[in-house]
DNA sequence: CGTTGCATTGAGGGCCTTCAATAAAAGTGG
DNA sequence: CCACTTTTATTGAAGGCCCTCAATGCAACG
């Protein structure tokens, strides 16, 4: 029964036991972050490494306007803030979305662990390269497609990223997102993002009710909005 | 005289003489790639890893509809495809801009490296995590800001980078894209952006003729364009 | 059970796109 | 080095996708 974060490194990575151990311990005591709550702030200079442990967190922007732009969602075994080890200071904010568990873990500790420990060090790369793919795949979504299809891709990622880590049942999932967050991933409004919903309901590729989301026919949702799945899915290269 | 490799990752980690001399004899033989002509393709699975030597390079998507979406240009050091190290298949394809040098290193050796000197495994790292950044801060900017600071931003970034390495001169410097990448860097059409480039011109932030962009005051099209440098800049973090 | 936030729907407007034509520039072959 | 072709830039007109503003109903929460 291992924790989010080594199953996530064992997809791109041999662990020993030893690191295994090592992982898990590092998710003991985390903190409980409520609903909303801000866990790191722009301009922060965090002496602590953040991994969410339990719930969904949202990394973000806001721009002078007010505007916010969200630049990726964290569920657990992510960590918000591995950059710091080389940027120091917060570029932009990370919050809770629901109620969530979060480890602390001492910027020192990781920078031994990784020293100590070089396969570690190179799972923890390889995982970063993973996450550029999803980061492109947001790019391509916002640049080249329409709301329509931008809603239907994002839920699709969703669907894929949920269902990698055991949590999809009966093609349906929990979404715990209102329309305002589906609005600042995609760069648009809630407004127009609750005219797409409807019509994704209409045409039967979504039905969505209590941040509960069903999707009855994921290909042909797939295949209307463009999704393709290869970027999400590491082949666990062996190097040994 | 370091190379431009070298140059890059001892902006994020200290490397001994013997590291600095295997990165060099990498560069080693680069081939020529014409103007143009794709240096991998979506589906590929290299087994060389490409690191631009001299030139500009694109990351890209081609869509179902045939619309293009730019997620990255790579200067000289940039790697093209680190991530194939865990993916294996290729989901973009990338282009040379202009002529360009690139090297190509066998995956088995970056492999052997990386586990031989954990120091230049964790440069590698942290320059994937310097990366993750600037995407970021694609996607806030063609996700929350009009087509007008869009541009502008895009060109504030590309004089960060290019002043970073030396070649800002006189406040100009060559940017050898054509209207085309550009709108199909931001998510726009090559007509719009011709109108935008054009108020630039008009409002004096920007002359561009001839493949070469000046930007008479920076910090004027910065503060214009929403554009904060931090997300560029590591600050050398020493963990020894 | 009131308060607050969220979803839904409508009307009007603006930013950007599409289509089209022309000019200028860059690349190509003799 | 010039004629030819192709690509790129410029400009105009019309239209569409999405935004803004606004009002209503509904769900969540204390």
């Known amino acids: 029964m291992a924790n989010a974060l080594t199953r996530k490194l064992e997809r791109v990575a041999d662990l020993t036991a030893g690191e295994r151990e090592v992982l898990e311990s590092l998710c003991d005591r985390p903190r409980i972050i409520r609903a909303g709550q801000d866990i790191l702030r722009e301009g922060d200079r965090p002496e602590h490494l953040h991994l969410v442990v ?11 306007n007010g505007a916010r732009q969200i630049t990726a969602y964290l569920i657990p075994g992510d960590f918000c803030d591995l950059h710091v080890l080389v940027l120091e200071q917060m570029d932009h904010s990370i919050a809770a979305l629901g109620p969530a568990k979060i480890a602390y873990i001492p910027k020192a500790t990781v920078n031994l662990l990784t020293r100590q420990l070089p396969e570690l060090l190179q799972a923890l790369w390889w995982a ?15 640049g080249r497609r329409s709301a329509f299809k931008r809603a239907g891709h994002l839920m699709c990622g969703m669907y894929e990223r949920m269902n990698n880590v055991g949590l999809v049942h009966g093609n349906a999932f929990s979404l715990p997102l209102t329309q305002r967050e589906i609005a600042d991933t995609l760069g648009l409004t809630p407004v127009h993002i609750g005219r797409v919903i409807s019509r994704l309901r209409k045409e039967g590729l979504i039905a969505l009710q209590k941040k509960e989301l069903l999707i009855p026919d994921i290909e042909r949702l797939k ?10 899915h590491p082949e666990h290269v062996r190097v040994n």
């Open 54 to 64: 339990e719930g969904w967190a949202i990394r973000y922007n806001i721009l002078p």
């Open 128 to 142: 970063t390269l993973v996450d550029e793919g999803v980061l492109r795949a947001w790019i391509v979504n916002m």
């Open 223 to 232: 295949a209307i909005s463009g999704f393709d799945s290869r970027y999400l």
